[in-house]
């Protein structure tokens, strides 16, 4: 409690990575908190084709993040495992709480991201690790020679659906409209697998089974029509898939920080948010694209801003 870190950044995915480099090259004293492992979101992309710089074949989200992790550890950045369970950022001293210790900072970078949003059926809670998911790379693996539906269309939806043909005999696109959301470069390939198949302006209205997943009812969502589908006798059960959106992890930082009706973090061009010496970096803020290359943009220009404030002093 008694050190007094110049920055500490809360998140180890690739903003607060980016950031933790950043600020490590510039001297600064830097303690970076993550609750879990290291890598954020990217850690459950088996294949990254789109980040500048990457291993052009066999680049995974696992791969990437531990180059970037092991750069800030060569940089001097600490990192410790623990979840903040309050925060006061008034002041020239900032205090956070976790459930292992307290710590102090005289500047926080936020970059603890998002997480999936529920499907929001009937019994999805029941159903979890039953036969729900919400990351191909964790399960898919679960479901070989299985059938498996995906709820969503936009990019992370497409993606991990074509991921998914790797291991299920067939993979069924659940979307709420008539056309996907995905780029067309996704989307093209997604329309070209033999694997995949389509049910439009659908959602799915409740899950069921007997301890596993084996019976799912679908609304369509213009004519209101409802069809259950149930699990092949010879297989058991099937796979859904949830990937509809994300929730950024801004819970702890509600009453602290100003955030949109989504409750993402606003801040201006230099990730300054509306509270002096608190900055938000990657997926956890309001922006218009969330990508790897953009989250570790984010990081850095976090770190250098806060460099830039010490400097003054």
């Known amino acids: ?16 990575l980016s950031a933790g480099l950043y600020a490590g090259r510039s001297r600064l004293d830097t303690l970076i908190i993550e609750k879990g492992q290291a890598g954020g979101q990217i850690i459950n992309t ?20 531990r180059r970037m992790y092991e750069q800030t550890e060569q940089f001097g950045a600490e990192h410790v495992r623990d979840t903040i369970i309050n925060v006061e950022l008034d002041g020239d001293i900032k205090v956070l709480t976790g459930e292992k ?9 936020i970059a603890t991201g998002a997480y999936a949003r529920p499907i929001g059926c009937k019994g999805e809670q029941e159903y979890k690790g039953r036969g729900i998911s919400y990351c191909a790379t964790c399960d898919a693996n679960f479901f070989t020679d299985l059938e498996v539906y995906v709820a969503g269309g936009g990019d992370a939806a497409v993606e991990e659906a074509l991921y998914l043909t790797k291991f299920a005999r067939k993979v ?6 008539d056309e996907l959301r995905a780029a067309k470069s996704i989307q093209e390939k997604a329309f ?14 409740e899950v069921g089974g007997d301890g ?7 609304k369509n969502v213009k004519t209101g029509e409802l069809t259950k589908i149930e699990a092949d006798p010879k297989d058991g059960l099937f796979g859904l898939f949830g990937f509809i959106g994300m929730i950024p992890n801004t819970g702890v930082f509600a009453d602290e920080v100003e955030t949109d009706d989504k409750g993402y ?17 990657g997926d956890v803020r309001v922006k218009s694209l969330r990508q790897v290359v953009t989250a570790v943009a ?10 830039r404030s010490m400097s003054e002093y």
């Open 46 to 65: 088996d294949e990254i084709e789109n980040y500048p710089g990457q291993i052009v074949e066999g680049e995974t989200g696992v791969s990437l993040v």
């Open 192 to 205: 070209a697998n033999p694997k995949i198949a389509f049910l439009w302006d659908s959602v799915v209205e």
């Open 298 to 307: 984010d990081g850095a220009i976090a770190a250098v801003q806060v460099e």
């Open 1 to 16: 409690m008694d050190h007094i870190y110049d920055v500490i950044i809360l998140g180890a995915g690739p903003a607060g």
């Open 172 to 177: 069924t696109i659940i979307h709420r409209r």
């Open 101 to 109: 210790d307290t710590y102090q900072a005289k500047n926080i970078i």
């Open 212 to 218: 596993l997943l084996q019976t799912m009812t679908v």
């Open 265 to 281: 973090i606003k801040t201006d061009e230099d990730m300054h948010t509306n509270v002096p010496g608190v900055y938000a970096a």
